[in-house]
């Protein structure tokens, strides 16, 4: 094997598979390099599978609806099943000043394309027969959101990276970012080095320490999550549900009903568990099961079969961070995700292999511009 390629990619999870296939497809040379046995084996196993690009950012939405398109069109395209369904996301509202937000937010969403709308609380009830409707005041439905299977849609982004010449290199541990006059020069790796004029950093929850081997510092530290999954249950609802508001140990939840008919669920602690313990709490059960019941009462009789903790990636303002860092040439992050990278990935890896190539359409700069690096970091993603 050669040990000279374009692109060396470090990491082959949410953002760096999917890259390795967009760089593959535009005829580079790529190279993964991968401490795990296989894909995703990171965060990408924790995630619970929503794709929207229901969020409050021009930027995201332009990269989600750039993963919509992949994640939809994949099985007809490609004939992998990846577990895809579209059966939108709802975010319901129970209070005035919810209301205000949302509506508020639906300006900024039309205006990025985005199919959204505003749902009275009759197409709520439709929507999910059983919600609690006391005090219901409607909430934003995206019927074109959905959601597929994180396991099956990584390999299959492997396999066809691999059909298209890349390259994975796994249980080998990036130890060092080579670099001379300004420049990066290849990876090193705990079987061997090898030669590139790009490296990207697309690490996940260890970005940060990734980014120090090319002395560049980037605002990136994980939190835990944790979700779980139940046992099956005919359909009875279609959409991703997003609870906004706040509980008493955590900040929103959401949950949706999977092909298989199980519900997988997630919460947002509040306030966050920053680290990297990936061990389920006594904890978590008791408060996402008490919100979940609360909104939707029929769920108490359905019973859980397993849970487990990831970790997010996140940065101070809760939006990625995609940049080209000026100190390093060649040097390329797609780092702190904030637990989108899942729906972020297939879309952000069609812009970056852009650039690389060296051929950025206007979408494609417009993409990467909110996430520099180089950002004040003082605003707030609002949907995260």
């Known amino acids: 094997m050669e040990n000279n390629y374009d692109v060396i990619i470090i990491g082959a999870g949410s953002i760096g598979t999917p890259l390795a296939m967009a760089l593959a497809e535009r005829k580079l040379k790529t190279l993964v390099v991968e401490k795990g046995a296989s894909p995703g084996q990171g965060q990408n196993k924790c995630a619970i599978g929503g794709v929207r690009a229901t969020h409050s950012d021009g930027s995201k939405i332009k990269a989600c609806l750039r993963s919509l398109e992949i994640f939809s069109s994949w099985r007809e395209k490609h004939g992998d099943d990846i577990g895809w369904r579209r059966g939108g996301y709802l975010f319901p509202v129970y209070t005035e000043r919810d209301e205000a937000v ?3 937010l639906l300006k900024v969403q039309r205006g990025f394309g985005l199919d959204i709308d505003w749902a009275g609380p009759e197409k709520v009830r439709e929507l999910v027969p ?10 934003t439905w995206a019927p074109g959101d959905g959601s597929a299977s994180p396991l099956q849609s990584v390999n299959a982004f492997f396999r066809r990276a691999v059909k298209l010449g890349a390259e994975f290199q796994f249980k080998e541990t990036a130890t060092g970012i080579l670099s001379g006059n300004g420049a990066v020069t290849g990876v090193l790796t705990s079987a061997g080095k090898y030669s ?8 996940g929850a260890e970005a940060a320490e990734v980014s120090e081997l090319a002395g560049v510092k980037v605002p990136v530290r994980p939190d835990c999550h944790e979700a779980g999954i139940s046992e099956p249950a005919e359909r009875f609802f279609g959409p ?5 508001r706040p509980g008493d140990k955590s900040k ?3 949950f949706y009903q999977n092909p298989e008919g199980q519900l997988v669920f997630c919460l947002t602690p509040q306030p966050p568990v920053w680290g990297r313990d990936r061990r389920s709490t006594s904890e978590f059960l008791p408060e996402i099961s008490r919100r979940m019941i609360s909104l939707m009462p029929n769920l108490a009789s359905l019973k859980v079969r397993r849970t487990w903790r990831g970790l997010y990636p996140m940065t101070p303002d809760g939006f990625p961070v995609v940049d080209f860092p000026p100190a390093l040439k060649g040097y390329v992050l797609a780092v702190g995700m904030c637990g989108q990278g899942f729906m972020l990935g297939p879309g952000l890896g069609q812009a970056v292999a852009a650039h690389i190539a060296g051929s950025p359409s206007a979408e494609d700069r417009e993409i990467l511009a909110g996430f520099a690096l180089g950002r004040s970091f003082s605003g707030q993603e609002k949907l995260k």
């Open 196 to 203: 590139s004029a790009w490296v990207v950093n697309a690490a």
């Open 240 to 244: 991703m549900v997003v609870d906004i």
């Open 130 to 139: 059983g919600i609690a409707e006391k005090d219901l005041r409607g909430g």
């Open 252 to 254: 929103n939840y959401y």
């Open 102 to 104: 949302l509506k508020d």
